[in-house]
């Protein structure tokens, strides 16, 4: 079992900046990945970023590269996602999550199926 609790949201305007933290327990090291998703109201959930353990390689959705940054710290089992040039668009609430089954292919991980633990969320409103 893994638990992931997510913190860091809040209201920001635009154009300002949020740092969103992901630290995972219980059986952590066993994490392959961890990838943030997020859902804006109304609509489906959607592939924000993710970083593999093991190279420390990250992924983004083109919607937040050159704004958001993945990075992680292997020895406290946190990620953080860091997210500058906030949009009115980027508010949602964000989601992370952990594939701690067989390894996947890089692309997958742009994919829910790829992740089998998840937080609970945290809100994330920007401001016009």
């Known amino acids: 079992q893994v638990q992931l609790v997510e913190s860091g949201g809040g209201l920001v305007q635009a154009g300002g900046s949020l740092r969103l933290s992901c630290a995972a327990s219980g059986r952590a090291f066993t994490t392959h990945a961890m990838g943030w998703f997020r859902q804006a109201p109304g609509k489906e959930r959607v592939f924000v970023a993710a970083?593999?353990?093991?190279?420390?390689?990250?992924y983004y959705a083109d919607s937040v590269k050159g704004r958001f940054a993945l990075s992680g710290d292997n020895a406290k089992n946190t990620v953080y996602l860091q997210m500058n040039s906030l949009k009115p668009e980027d508010t949602a609430v964000y989601y992370c999550a952990a594939d701690t089954g067989v390894p996947s292919a890089s692309a997958a991980y742009t994919q829910e199926y790829a992740y089998n633990y998840w937080g609970q969320g945290t809100q994330v409103t920007v401001s016009s």
């Open positions: 970083i593999r353990r093991s190279s420390g390689n990250t």
